[in-house]
Protein backbone atom coordinates (compact mmCIF):
# COMPACT_ATOMS: atom_id res chain seq x y z
CA UNK A 1 0.00 0.00 0.00
CA UNK A 2 1.29 3.18 -1.20
CA UNK A 3 1.81 5.82 1.24
CA UNK A 4 0.23 9.35 0.94
CA UNK A 5 3.09 12.50 1.29
CA UNK A 6 1.87 15.81 1.25
CA UNK A 7 4.84 17.89 -0.15
CA UNK A 8 5.08 21.26 1.33
CA UNK A 9 7.16 23.55 -1.28
CA UNK A 10 10.24 25.50 0.12
CA UNK A 11 9.65 28.60 -1.13
CA UNK A 12 6.74 30.73 -1.72
CA UNK A 13 5.83 30.73 -5.47
CA UNK A 14 8.12 33.43 -7.11
CA UNK A 15 8.33 34.22 -11.15
CA UNK A 16 11.71 35.65 -10.98
CA UNK A 17 14.58 36.54 -8.94
CA UNK A 18 15.46 40.19 -7.26
CA UNK A 19 19.31 41.59 -6.45
CA UNK A 20 19.61 42.05 -2.74
CA UNK A 21 23.35 42.66 -1.29
CA UNK A 22 25.02 40.80 1.83
CA UNK A 23 27.64 42.65 2.91
CA UNK A 24 28.65 44.29 0.11
CA UNK A 25 28.17 41.78 -2.04
CA UNK A 26 25.53 40.87 -5.01
CA UNK A 27 22.90 38.22 -5.15
CA UNK A 28 20.14 37.44 -6.45
CA UNK A 29 17.17 36.04 -4.64
CA UNK A 30 13.47 34.52 -5.46
CA UNK A 31 11.27 37.42 -4.94
CA UNK A 32 8.32 36.90 -2.55
CA UNK A 33 10.43 35.24 0.03
CA UNK A 34 11.23 36.02 3.42
CA UNK A 35 14.83 36.49 3.67
CA UNK A 36 15.86 33.61 6.13
CA UNK A 37 14.37 31.57 2.83
CA UNK A 38 16.61 33.55 0.54
CA UNK A 39 19.71 32.53 2.57
CA UNK A 40 18.56 29.21 2.46
CA UNK A 41 18.66 29.42 -1.31
CA UNK A 42 21.48 30.33 -0.95
CA UNK A 43 23.26 27.84 0.69
CA UNK A 44 20.84 24.88 0.74
CA UNK A 45 23.68 22.76 2.43
CA UNK A 46 24.04 25.11 5.79
CA UNK A 47 21.25 27.11 6.49
CA UNK A 48 19.32 23.72 7.36
CA UNK A 49 20.85 22.91 9.65
CA UNK A 50 21.73 26.18 11.58
CA UNK A 51 19.15 26.50 15.04
CA UNK A 52 16.95 28.43 13.68
CA UNK A 53 13.26 28.43 15.11
CA UNK A 54 11.76 30.05 11.84
CA UNK A 55 9.38 31.56 14.58
CA UNK A 56 10.76 34.86 15.55
CA UNK A 57 11.76 33.32 18.97
CA UNK A 58 15.62 31.82 18.84
CA UNK A 59 17.20 35.36 17.41
CA UNK A 60 19.69 33.64 15.92
CA UNK A 61 18.75 35.18 12.81
CA UNK A 62 19.18 38.73 13.33
CA UNK A 63 20.66 40.84 10.86
CA UNK A 64 20.98 45.17 10.78
CA UNK A 65 19.65 46.32 7.26
CA UNK A 66 19.30 49.26 4.94
CA UNK A 67 15.51 49.03 3.13
CA UNK A 68 15.62 50.45 -0.61
CA UNK A 69 14.12 53.20 0.82
CA UNK A 70 16.96 54.40 2.82
CA UNK A 71 15.29 53.26 6.11
CA UNK A 72 18.44 51.34 8.25
CA UNK A 73 16.47 48.85 10.40
CA UNK A 74 19.37 47.50 13.01
CA UNK A 75 17.77 44.81 14.93
CA UNK A 76 15.57 42.65 11.80
CA UNK A 77 14.50 38.95 12.26
CA UNK A 78 15.56 37.56 9.01
CA UNK A 79 13.08 34.86 9.34
CA UNK A 80 10.10 37.86 9.38
CA UNK A 81 11.65 39.84 6.85
CA UNK A 82 10.40 39.68 3.14
CA UNK A 83 12.61 40.83 0.93
CA UNK A 84 12.51 43.87 -1.66
CA UNK A 85 14.58 44.56 -4.91
CA UNK A 86 17.80 46.34 -3.56
CA UNK A 87 17.56 45.40 0.16
CA UNK A 88 20.91 45.94 1.58
CA UNK A 89 22.04 43.02 4.23
CA UNK A 90 25.00 44.73 6.37
CA UNK A 91 25.13 42.61 9.51
CA UNK A 92 24.67 39.00 10.00
CA UNK A 93 24.55 37.00 13.70
CA UNK A 94 27.38 34.39 14.89
CA UNK A 95 24.74 31.66 13.19
CA UNK A 96 24.31 33.58 9.97
CA UNK A 97 28.09 34.06 9.65
CA UNK A 98 29.00 30.58 9.72
CA UNK A 99 25.67 29.03 8.15
CA UNK A 100 26.64 31.86 5.12
CA UNK A 101 30.45 31.42 4.80
CA UNK A 102 30.61 29.92 2.17
CA UNK A 103 29.47 33.31 0.30
CA UNK A 104 32.13 35.08 1.05
CA UNK A 105 34.88 32.37 1.20
CA UNK A 106 37.94 33.01 -1.00
CA UNK A 107 39.59 29.52 -0.72
CA UNK A 108 38.03 27.79 -3.76
CA UNK A 109 38.87 23.88 -2.45
CA UNK A 110 36.61 24.73 0.22
CA UNK A 111 34.15 26.12 -2.48
CA UNK A 112 34.40 23.16 -4.44
CA UNK A 113 33.89 20.96 -1.06
CA UNK A 114 30.73 22.45 -0.40
CA UNK A 115 29.33 22.99 -3.91
CA UNK A 116 30.34 20.19 -6.15
CA UNK A 117 29.67 20.52 -9.79
S1 LIG B 1 14.85 31.91 13.13
FE1 LIG B 1 14.46 32.09 15.25
S2 LIG B 1 14.01 34.20 15.51
FE2 LIG B 1 14.31 33.98 13.35
Redesign the pocket.
Given at each position: MEEARFEIPLFRPYQKLVHISIQGKPFSVPENNLL?RCFQFLCPDTIPYGR???????????VSVTKPDGKKVTQA????LMIEEGLQVHELSEELTWNLRRLFSSNPEEDSLNNPS
Amino acid sequence: MEEARFEIPLFRPYQKLVHISIQGKPFSVPENNLLLRCFQFLCPDTIPYGRYCWNEECQYCRVSVTKPDGKKVTQALSCKLMIEEGLQVHELSEELTWNLRRLFSSNPEEDSLNNPS
